[in-house]
């Protein structure tokens, strides 16, 4: 009696194999075949689930973000003071522990192999920007946020402060710690905090 | 009678043979092969000059470095307020025209590609935060920088401002002019000045 695998399931099974073969060969290893072996599958059961390379390697890249965002939602659903909250979800985005920078090192391949096909960024646009702007929302609805601030610029500030934070993260590990990018945000917090 | 080609010289004609080619086919189209045809050499001729691929990816990686370094010391040398200096600098670090935007891409499609290799990067650390710490130091010499700050935390918070800043020049060039880093960057600094 065949086992009835759920579609869904064995497309995430497959997306983890691509993640594992991104994180021990890079992005140039990442090939049907490859992904496939690692994923116990056949290249054409693979196919069966994925038709083209890029079509795995984007529903992939969607996995990633997909779990940064559920972290993300069960922090802000916590009942932390504002501040507190801004800071533990700036933490949870930029990488610190070994899964983490684990999902920056794929994301950071999966960028790099699509960055001349410029369709795959407007669609699948990573939502930190709009999560940030949330944040600084939160702060200005608690009037914690300085009244002279453009805002605009603040949210854009803090952006570029969040994904320099993470570059570092992931290439200087033994120079940038995580109780060092705590100390910035918060600082970084404190700036614009009334 | 031959003519007497400068080794140096070819080896930068190489190394900008490099850039083209991976500008247009990215890093995994950066073969000897396509790059000696770009550079109008034979395969053998080019490796005359580099004996290894990496070793030819280092050396125009390098060079992007060099170049980005000439200009900024050309700025350096010009007579500006402390703070405008300041500003014109990481005007000059964050890819802002077609230029330096093509260096950027380069420079990502080398990091992405030497990312496993730490010790290409200690070698090739492209000096940007030496670079920021002696612009925040050139602001306190100037008794610009406000007192209560913590210098550290602020060289950080500079580095990871341009790399985002540098970051989102390159990807999403439509959303973030260079206008807009200018006032992100002039916003900044006035915050950390008196």
Redesign the interface.
């Known amino acids: 009696m065949p086992k009835i695998i759920d579609h869904e399931k064995r497309k995430i099974q497959i997306a983890e194999a691509t993640w594992r073969v991104i994180l021990e060969r890079?992005?140039?290893g990442a090939t049907v075949r490859n992904i496939a072996k690692e994923a116990d599958l056949s290249s054409g059961a693979l196919r069966h689930y994925f038709s083209t390379q890029d079509e795995l390697l984007m529903y992939a890249m969607n996995l990633v973000k997909e779990n940064a965002t559920a972290r993300i939602e069960k922090i802000a659903q916590q009942n932390f003071p504002p501040k507190e909250l801004v800071l533990k979800i700036l933490m949870e985005i930029i990488p610190t522990n070994k899964e983490t920078l684990a999902e920056m090192?794929v994301w950071?391949?999966f960028?790099?192999?699509f960055?001349?096909d410029k369709s795959v960024?407007e669609v699948h646009h990573d939502g930190i920007l709009q999560g940030l702007q949330k944040l600084i929302e939160l702060l200005e609805h608690f009037q914690l946020l300085k009244k002279e601030l453009?805002k605009e610029?603040e949210i854009?500030?803090l952006?570029?402060?969040?994904?320099?934070?993470a570059?570092?993260a992931m290439?200087?590990p033994n120079r940038?710690d995580k109780k060092?990018i705590e100390?910035?945000l918060f600082?970084?917090i404190q700036?614009i905090c009334k």
Chains 1, 2 share one sequence.
């Open positions: 890079g992005m140039e090192e950071f391949a960028i790099a192999h960055m001349h960024f453009n610029l854009e500030k952006y570029a402060l969040v994904d320099g934070l570059l570092h290439f200087e940038i060092k100390q910035v600082s970084h700036s």
